[in-house]
């Protein structure tokens, strides 16, 4: 028998990407493919790319030119772009990079192994479509390798928002929600592979309607499952947070203290022409049932500076409402125009102003990043172990909020949830030791 093919992914953008490159590798494995170690080795490669900003689609390009001696090198190497740059540049990516083999939308993952036998024949291939058919009921089930403790499972993909910047409506499609029993059912299916934190996905996912109670029905019924331990799910939008979401999270008490709810701007006219459906007053009352909910919760952002139009005194409105919410977790970005999206036609922001903004902005957001990893420090918290630290003999795992905690060797095993004191807190990580008793 000939020796398997070596599959190499790498996955830009957000979490969802991750997850589906992970799906993509079990639906090729079913070709004969396994991991490679590295590009180097690789029988193909696939990148499995985001379009959110121009930035992310021209690192694929950049990326792709790196590749160029490896195929020289081994002219049978195939060359897959997957992902929202797929999606949003399809036939145009053969042109700008004439070694591309194939080019495969976020909805056409399933159709993966049929693809790939056409590359190997020496044809190229494009999917881009939206197929009636939905992927999820066509791809292999679960790999039933041992996997880590944590695992993403997305539920929901595509929006229905269409934020005046974003791709991500144009790339991933409409809103579509798997129904809770198969949503229920890979959940057991990851929990029998040893996982214990599962983190649910969309792009809009507090928006999710496969069970009659929403997501919070959703996450009530994966609660159920006797060796899952913690839930976790992102991202979502302010207009979606039901009451029965806010509830879920003094009611649950798998549900994790974290909560990822982006604003984007603390200004009413930029969130106007953002076209968020929310202003700032209406997100600063959701914070604050949600904190009356779950004092302890720990809250993450995101921001965008530079909007056309965004004035001075926008921006420090901007600055006002992260000083009133504060985030224990951030994520700033300067606008970046997206082709197609209808805030690219309006007249931009200088981009130097942009550059001063975003400094402006990050000064505050890494000051209060850093006040709430110190605030950890003399506190007894409760650590998910995942993989071995950098220091021979350490553990690292995460806390219920989100912290990265290392403790030395011998006190804890991968797997393990136990209580951790924290002794300090470093750049990014906290040091604790495991409490006895
Ligand atoms: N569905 C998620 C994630 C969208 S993309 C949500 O609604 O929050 C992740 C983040 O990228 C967005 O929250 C926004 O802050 C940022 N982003 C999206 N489009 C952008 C653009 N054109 N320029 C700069 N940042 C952008
Ligand atoms: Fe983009 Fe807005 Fe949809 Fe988020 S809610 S994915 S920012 S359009
Ligand atoms: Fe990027 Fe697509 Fe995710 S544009 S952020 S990879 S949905």
Redesign the pocket.
């Known amino acids: 028998m000939s020796a398997p093919r070596k599959l190499f992914i790498k996955s830009y953008g957000?979490q969802m990407n991750v997850y589906d490159s992970e799906r993509m590798s079990e639906a090729l494995a079913s070709e004969g493919y396994v991991a490679a170690e590295s590009a180097d080795d690789a029988d193909m490669i696939l990148l499995n790319t985001c379009h959110?900003?121009e930035k992310a689609t021209e690192k694929i390009y950049s990326e792709l030119g790196r590749f160029r001696p490896l195929k020289d090198a081994k002219p049978d190497l195939k060359i897959g772009v997957t992902g929202c740059v797929a999606q949003a540049e399809g036939a145009e990516i053969f042109e700008r990079q004439p070694m591309v083999d194939m080019v495969v939308g976020p909805q056409s993952y399933h159709r993966l192994p049929e693809l790939e036998r056409k590359i190997r024949a020496g044809d190229r291939a494009l999917d881009t479509d939206f197929p009636q058919e939905d992927k999820f009921d066509h791809l292999p089930k679960r790999s039933a390798t041992a996997r880590g403790p944590t695992a993403f499972l997305t539920v929901q993909e595509g929006?229905d928002?269409f934020?005046a910047?974003?791709?991500?409506p144009y790339t991933r499609g409409a809103e579509v929600s798997r129904p809770a029993g198969r949503v229920v059912a890979e959940a057991r299916e990851l929990v029998a592979r040893g996982v214990r934190e599962i983190t649910l996905l969309?792009?809009?996912v507090n928006a999710y309607h496969g069970h009659e109670d929403g997501l919070a029905g959703l996450i009530r019924e994966l609660a159920g499952i006797d060796q899952l331990a913690r839930i976790r799910f992102t991202?979502?939008?302010p207009s979606d947070m039901t009451d029965s979401l806010i509830a879920a999270f003094e009611e649950v008490a798998k549900l994790m203290p974290y909560l990822?709810l982006?604003v984007?701007s603390g200004s009413d006219m930029v969130l106007k022409a953002m076209n968020r459906r929310h202003t700032a007053d209406q997100y600063k009352r959701i914070i604050e049932r949600i904190r009356q909910a779950r004092p302890d919760i720990l809250l993450s952002g995101?921001?965008?500076v530079g909007f056309p139009g965004e004035t001075e005194a926008d921006f420090e409105d901007t600055l006002a409402l992260v000083e009133e919410v504060g985030y224990g977790q951030s994520?700033?970005?300067?606008?970046?125009?997206?082709p197609g999206?209808p805030?690219a036609e309006l007249e931009g922001v200088d981009d130097a102003v942009k550059d001063e903004r975003l400094q402006r902005l990050q000064a505050l957001l890494i000051r209060q990043q850093r006040a709430a990893q110190e605030s950890m420090v003399g506190r007894t918290v409760s650590v998910l172990f995942e993989k071995p630290g950098r220091l021979p003999g350490q553990v690292v795992g995460k806390s219920e909020y989100l912290h990265a905690v290392h403790v030395a060797g011998g006190q804890a095993g991968v797997g393990e949830i136990l209580p951790v004191r924290i002794m300090a807190s470093n750049s990014n990580s906290l040091l604790g030791e495991v409490s006895q008793g």
């Open positions: 957000c959110v900003r929006c928002k934020c910047f974003c791709v991500v969309g792009q809009n991202t979502s939008h990822h982006p984007q995101d921001f965008i994520y700033s970005f300067k606008y970046s125009p997206r999206t805030a």
